[in-house]
């Protein structure tokens, strides 16, 4: 009997710092040969491991009061959310009227993201395709991170795309509810009738990303630059959406 080989797979795993579901599938990636052989009843032994152990990482919980009164929390939502976690967890010391503020907050938390959130409408121009083939793609992202968002989609797109506009004052579930019967794919609608809606029907205000409106300026020169420099930026977001969708290029 092979006396070096003496710990079962459960004990090896707590001696490397992991779970016994982490070391199979280790094992099955080939990792800690050598460690390790299969005994006569076709069980696995293991030899005292010497390598690193990696520390465990701390997970801070259960000081939401502390973080609140640092303001550590990155957010209102994710504060209001681990509130009512609270509430939740203490519920049967809660009274009627706590536990019946759980939806109120539940609420609050739904408007804060929602707040926090624009929908943006992308499409592309391909001379190969007919005007009413050509899709517009609806998604929501924070305002701040319009521009890297198009920048994402772009990566992935074979065609060269343009932002037509950003939506403040409705949300990606109204839009889609809206377009559902001229859904393609994924977030991706039949360009024609999403554009027509925002021509004739939408009341809101037409957006573009502050960098792109700061481009705009930066590169026009001569006579342009008398002409753009009479508009101010919600006239440049309404020139943008006009020239885009009369004919994208």
Same mark, same amino acid.
């Given at each position: ?8 797979? +459960?004990?090896?795993?707590? !001696?490397?710092?992991? $779970? $016994?579901?982490?070391? =199979? ?5 080939? =990792? ?17 491991? &010497? ?24 957010? +209102? ?15 049967? #010391? ?12 539940? &609420?609050?938390?739904?408007?804060? /993201?929602?707040? /926090? ?23 929501? $992202? ?11 989609? !772009? ?29 393609? =794919? ?21 957006? *573009? ?13 001569? #006579? ?9 930026? #919600?006239?440049?977001?309404? *020139?943008?959406?006009? *020239?885009? $969708?009369?004919?994208?290029?």
């Amino acid at each position: 009997m092979n006396t070096e080989y003496i710990y079962t797979r +459960k004990e090896f795993a707590h !001696q490397v710092g992991i $779970t $016994t579901e982490c070391l =199979r599938t280790r094992m099955r990636r080939g =990792r800690h040969m050598g460690w390790y052989i299969r005994g006569e009843d076709g069980r696995f032994l293991f030899k005292k491991w &010497e390598g690193e152990v990696k520390p465990k990482r701390k997970i801070n919980r259960g000081n939401h009061d502390n973080a609140v009164k640092k303001g550590r929390y990155p957010n +209102k939502a994710m504060e209001e959310h681990n509130r009512m976690k609270k509430f939740l967890a203490a519920k049967k #010391q809660l009274s009627k009227k706590e536990l019946a503020m759980v939806p109120a907050i539940l &609420e609050k938390i739904k408007n804060a /993201n929602l707040k /926090n959130h624009v929908v943006y409408f992308i499409t592309y121009y391909d001379p190969l395709i007919k005007e009413e083939d050509r899709l517009v793609k609806i998604g929501k $992202t924070k305002e701040r991170t319009v521009t890297g968002r198009f920048s994402a989609i !772009q990566s992935c797109c074979p065609f060269e795309l343009t932002l037509i506009t950003y939506s403040k004052s409705k949300t990606e579930e109204f839009f889609h509810e809206k377009f559902r019967e001229h859904w393609v =794919r994924g977030e991706w609608f039949k360009y024609t009738p999403v554009v027509d809606y925002l021509k004739n029907e939408y009341e809101g205000e037409y957006c *573009l990303p502050e960098e792109l409106l700061n481009t705009m300026k930066a590169n026009v020169d001569g #006579q342009w630059l008398d002409y753009i420099s009479e508009y101010n930026d #919600q006239e440049l977001c309404d *020139l943008w959406f006009k *020239l885009k $969708t009369d004919k994208i290029n």
